[in-house]
């Protein structure tokens, strides 16, 4: 904080009386509005009472006081790409539009409705002056005493508040890197001088390009790309890894395994899971291959990674990562749909209904899409196994940015699935294909 001390003490000079003179040197000018000093004092005590002390406490200090302690100003959090490492301007504004909404809409003390975005720039504001010994020198015994007691309590919140930042950037991170592509960091939270009276607090993120490895599979040779997090606090880049035994529990030798994805198994990601945004992908993979790694069995005894999406009610299933391993690496081959033959879910409704994988595209329960588009409602022997025996009525609630409630279904596509599981009740011995060539014909002929 030298530059904190060095500025202030420039006022603190300018403060003193002149030796043997019962007049003192006019105050420094105010270089900010009446206003912005209204704003800051009104936000202090919201702030004291937030942090569990009485608003009171600020009028211990003197009118001149007051004004020295916000004479300097932080500003909120610019994001700047580091030195030497290219991001897209665009990218750079959507983590600081992110970042910037998050710390306006977000409480720190709901009941005070002191917002983060009060506690980065007047909070940091009170911390940094906490520590300006120019500035304490000036203070009664009892005021310094108060200013240090109260740096304490600043001191916390500020790591707190890092914390936060960092996670909310991390996850716009997430969002916009890439495993085939681009992997992007951040560095912690710095401050620098703007000037005299204020601060910027900066964030540079970093990139890190794409780590890829070779394999070999059915006797083919294929390209697979890291799953990873970019740099995050102290923490550098770290590529996912998953204990061999979290895939086989009765194995005896716990060795981690680096995991890596194809570029098929992206692709299918993007077919599959098609009621997403496609740069919100990497927040799936880190989620499922990262952080929950969640191994189930699939209905041929096969191992599967469910692909999971987070929710208010815990992490919820959306599909199903097929892998294989090989020496120290997984590899991710492919995402199995949701409703797939070979997936836990797939082979009950398959089971119940005499499904076949030709059914699944023809009627389109292949994509996670299938759930925004038919009123399941409408088709009771659908729900009944959806719904009521599987349990997916949360697919249609995952989503709303992408489908409002009050978005209708797709009519033609409910009515077109409602008269195949109505003929399919009424001809449970007939082949399913001609069903669909005929249910396709009548469609095509009322469109004419």
């Known amino acids: ?7 202030f003490y420039n006022m603190a000079k300018n403060r003193k009386k002149k030796s043997g003179s019962a007049h003192r040197k006019p105050n420094v000018p105010v270089k900010h509005s009446k206003t912005y000093f209204e704003t800051c004092h009104a936000t202090t005590r919201r702030i004291l009472q937030a942090i569990g002390e009485e608003p009171s406490l600020f009028d211990l200090y003197t009118k001149h006081q007051k004004q020295d302690l916000f004479r300097l100003m932080a500003l909120p959090p610019r994001i700047l790409a580091m030195q030497g490492h290219t991001v897209p301007k665009q990218y750079l504004r959507y983590v600081q539009e992110s970042l910037m909404t998050n710390l306006r809409q977000t409480y720190f003390h709901e009941e005070t409705k002191v917002t983060w975005m009060e506690i ?17 020198i ?28 960092a996670a909310t950037i ?27 009276d204020r601060f910027l607090q900066a964030i540079y993120i970093r990139v890190h390009e794409s780590r890829s490895i070779r394999f070999k599979y059915h006797n083919r040779e294929r390209t697979a790309f890291r799953i990873a997090l970019g740099q995050f606090l102290s923490v550098p880049y770290m590529g996912a890894t998953i204990a061999m035994s979290q895939i086989y529990p009765e194995i005896e030798h716990d060795r981690q395994l680096n995991i890596y994805i194809q570029s098929h198994a992206i692709h299918r990601f993007k077919e599959r899971i098609d ?14 291959l990262m952080m929950v790694q ?3 069995r699939g209905p041929d005894g096969t191992q599967l990674i469910t692909c999971v999406t987070s929710t208010e009610n815990g992490v919820k ?87 409002e409630p009050d978005t209708p279904f797709d009519e033609k596509k409910t ?14 011995a007939a082949d399913h294909a001609s069903i669909l060539d005929e249910l396709i014909k009548s469609e095509n002929e009322l469109s004419e």
Request: proline fraction near 4%; charged fraction near 20%.
């Open 294 to 296: 969640q191994v189930v």
């Open 317 to 403: 299933t959306i599909g199903y990562f097929v892998f294989t391993i090989d020496g120290n690496n997984l590899f991710v081959l492919t995402l199995l749909p949701l409703l797939g033959q070979d997936s836990p879910e797939g082979r009950i409704l398959y089971k119940r209904l005499h499904l076949s994988t030709a059914d699944l595209k023809y009627l389109g329960m292949d994509k996670l899409s299938f759930f925004y588009e038919v009123d399941i409602e409408q088709i009771p022997v659908l729900k009944r196994v959806l719904f009521d025996e599987l349990h997916l009525d949360y697919v249609r609630t995952l989503y709303h940015s992408f489908r």
């Open 275 to 288: 009621t997403i945004y496609p740069i919100m992908r990497n927040n799936f993979f880190c989620l499922s």
């Open 170 to 196: 991390k996850i716009s991170l997430m969002t916009l890197s890439q495993p085939n592509f681009r992997i992007y960091g951040q560095s912690r939270l710095e401050m620098m001088p703007v000037n005299s």
């Open 120 to 136: 980065v720039t007047v909070g940091q504001t009170l911390l940094l002056m906490s520590m300006a010994d120019p500035f304490l």
């Open 138 to 165: 000036l203070l009664s015994p009892s005021q310094r005493e108060t200013m240090k007691r109260l740096n304490k309590i600043f001191e916390n919140i500020y790591f707190e508040m890092e914390k936060m930042i």
């Open 1 to 7: 904080m030298r530059y904190v001390s060095k500025t």
């Open 415 to 428: 009515l077109f699935v409602k008269n195949f599981f109505e003929k399919l009740e009424i001809q449970s």
